[in-house]
C-alpha cells in the first residue's frame, strides 16, 4: 500500500457519479426533509483534511476571516472533499475551539487534478480541486531528474486544463541542460532555474500572485525548502530521505494549501506529499496527444485512427523524429504512455 492509499480516507475513492455538482433538471423540485436546503450555508476554502476532519477557510480576505473545523455530512459520505474545494459548511463555523461545522456540499470545481494507484487502476484518487496552475519540482541531481515522471504530471496537469511550471532545483550539483532538452518541445512550458542553490522566489512568487498552484515533485528534490521559502510560516519539514524507501520523514503529511503574500500580491500553493508514481489511468489516451503540441501538430499528417505506436504505418510523428525535426526522446516519451494505455483496453 503507497502513502496515498494510507493517507486516504477509504471515502475518498473517487466517483463521478458522487461528485457531479452540475445542477440538474429535478434539483428545483421541493426539498424532503431528507435533503435540507441549508439555505444557511456559507462557503469557504478547504484547506486540509486530517483523519475525516476538514479545515475550511471562511470570509477569504474578508473582515471575518477564520478557519473552521468541519465533518462531513452523511450524504456526502461517498462525496471527495479536497484541499481546494469551496465547501458550503452549516452549524457552528465560528471557529471557536471545540466547535465542529458539517459541510453539506461542494461548488462547482474549475479543475480537478485525480491520480489512480497505476495505469491499469480505474480507481482514482482527487489531490486537489480548483488549481489553475502546477509546479513541477525537479531537482538537477539528488535525486536525478526523471523526465518520465515529470511527463506524467504534464500530462496529468494537462489533461486537468492546469497550466504546469516547472522549477529547477539544486542546479549548484549538476547541469539541467540534458534534462531541460526533453522539454524542448513544450512551447508554453515556463522553467525557473535555481542559481546558486537558491530558487528564484521573487520570480516564482510573481508567478503565484493570482493564482492556486499545486507544486508536485518526487520526495527529496528540495519541495519543501522551496515551499518554505516562498510562505516563511508554511513550516514544512525538511529533510534527507531514505535512499531506500523513498521515504523523508514528512511523507505522512497530507496535501495543505498555504497562501502566498508576495510583492506581487497574493495567491495560494497547495503542497502535496512527495509523489513515487503518478498513475494515469484516468486519462483520455486521446489527451495525451495534446500534452506533446509539437507531436500533435505532426501528427495532423497520420492516417485516420494511428497508434503513433512505434511501427504504426506512415505515423508521420514516427516520420518527423526520423527527419530529426523532432526529438527522439520526446517521441519515446509520448509512445511509452500510449503503449500503457494500448495495454489497457486488454483489462
Ligand atoms: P522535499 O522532499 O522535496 O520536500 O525536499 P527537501 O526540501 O526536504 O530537501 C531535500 C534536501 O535537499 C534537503 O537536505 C535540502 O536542504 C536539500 N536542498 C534543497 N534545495 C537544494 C538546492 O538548491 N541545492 C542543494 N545542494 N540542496 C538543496
Ligand atoms: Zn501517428
Known amino acids: 500500500m503507497s502513502w496515498w492509499e494510507a493517507d486516504d480516507d477509504e471515502d475518498d475513492v473517487f466517483d463521478e457519479a458522487d461528485v457531479r455538482v452540475r445542477p440538474n433538471p429535478k434539483a428545483n ?29 471562511i470570509d477569504e480576505d ?27 459548511v452549516v452549524g457552528d463555523t465560528s471557529g471557536d475551539d471545540g466547535t465542529l461545522g458539517r459541510i453539506v456540499g461542494i461548488e462547482e470545481r474549475t479543475s480537478l487534478l485525480r491520480r489512480s494507484a497505476d495505469d491499469t487502476d480505474q480507481v482514482e484518487r482527487v489531490i486537489v ?35 504546469p511550471l516547472m522549477v529547477v532545483t539544486k542546479t549548484d550539483l549538476a547541469d539541467p541542460g540534458e534534462f531541460l532538452a526533453h522539454f524542448d518541445g513544450l512551447d508554453d512550458l515556463r522553467v525557473f532555474r535555481s542559481a546558486h542553490g537558491a530558487a528564484p522566489t521573487a520570480e516564482i ?57 508576495g510583492a506581487a500580491g497574493s495567491g495560494w500553493v497547495i503542497d ?8 494515469l489511468g484516468h486519462v483520455d489516451p486521446a489527451n495525451v496527444l495534446g500534452a506533446y503540441p509539437d507531436l500533435a501538430e505532426a501528427a495532423e499528417d497520420c492516417p485516420r485512427g494511428c497508434t503513433h505506436l512505434p511501427g504504426a504505418p506512415e505515423c508521420a510523428i514516427q516520420a518527423a523524429a526520423d527527419a530529426g525535426r523532432i ?21
Open 29 to 57: 423540485r421541493p426539498r424532503t426533509k431528507r435533503r435540507p436546503a441549508h439555505e444557511d450555508a456559507v462557503i469557504g476554502r478547504v484547506l486540509g483534511v486530517d483523519r475525516g476532519r476538514y479545515r475550511v477557510l
Open 62 to 88: 474578508g473582515p471575518e476571516e477564520r478557519e473552521t473545523t468541519a465533518a462531513r455530512a452523511r450524504e456526502l459520505r461517498k462525496t471527495a472533499i479536497v484541499t481546494g474545494d469551496r465547501a458550503r
Open 129 to 163: 480541486a480548483n488549481a489553475d496552475q502546477m509546479l513541477v519540482v525537479v531537482a538537477a541531481a539528488d535525486p536525478p531528474p526523471r523526465p518520465r515522471l515529470v511527463d506524467r504530471y504534464l500530462v496529468a496537469a494537462l489533461d486537468a486544463g492546469i497550466r
Open 205 to 261: 512568487g510573481r508567478a503565484l500572485a493570482g493564482h492556486s498552484t499545486v507544486f508536485v515533485g518526487h520526495s527529496g528534490v528540495g519541495k519543501s525548502t522551496l515551499v518554505n521559502a516562498l510562505v516563511p510560516d508554511a513550516g514544512r519539514a525538511t529533510g534527507h530521505v531514505n535512499t531506500v524507501t523513498g521515504r523523508g520523514r514528512h511523507t505522512s503529511s497530507s496535501t495543505v494549501s498555504l497562501r502566498y503574500r
Open 272 to 279: 502535496t506529499p512527495g509523489v513515487r508514481s503518478f498513475g
Open 327 to 347: 526529438g527522439s526522446s520526446r517521441v519515446d516519451s509520448l509512445q511509452r504512455l500510449l503503449e500503457t494505455f494500448a495495454a489497457r483496453e486488454d483489462y
